[in-house]
């Protein structure tokens, strides 16, 4: 396996790893998804996906290289909902 595979494995892992936190469009670690995620969300939107595989994790939340609508949907469906 070349590079270029093991980067898209690290990412593949780093996604599911995500996806099992309780709430992964909470942006900022305080439990919730609120007005504050979504200005954090707000100053990366309509980017390209950056080149750290942690921020491509934190930001874009259905892994399709651009933080976008497509996006801000995910954290507005979750919005106002608690961390279990």
Same mark, same amino acid.
């Given at each position: 396996?070349?590079?270029?595979?093991?980067?898209?494995?690290?990412?593949?892992?780093?996604?599911? +790893?995500?996806?099992?936190?309780?709430?992964? =469009?909470?942006?900022?670690?305080?439990? %919730? =998804?609120? $007005?504050?995620?979504?200005? +954090?969300? %707000? %100053?990366?939107?309509? %980017?390209?996906?950056?080149?750290? +595989?942690?921020?491509?994790?934190?930001?874009?939340?259905?892994?399709?290289?651009?933080?976008?609508? $497509?996006?801000?949907? +995910?954290?507005? $469906?979750?919005?106002? @909902? @608690?961390?279990?």
């Amino acid at each position: 396996m070349g590079i270029g595979g093991l980067v898209a494995l690290a990412g593949i892992v780093l996604f599911i +790893i995500f996806r099992q936190q309780p709430c992964p =469009t909470d942006l900022n670690a305080d439990k %919730k =998804t609120d $007005s504050i995620d979504l200005e +954090i969300l %707000k %100053k990366v939107f309509n %980017k390209k996906v950056p080149e750290n +595989i942690e921020e491509l994790v934190k930001y874009d939340f259905n892994q399709d290289s651009l933080i976008n609508a $497509s996006d801000l949907g +995910i954290l507005i $469906s979750q919005y106002g @909902k @608690k961390c279990k």
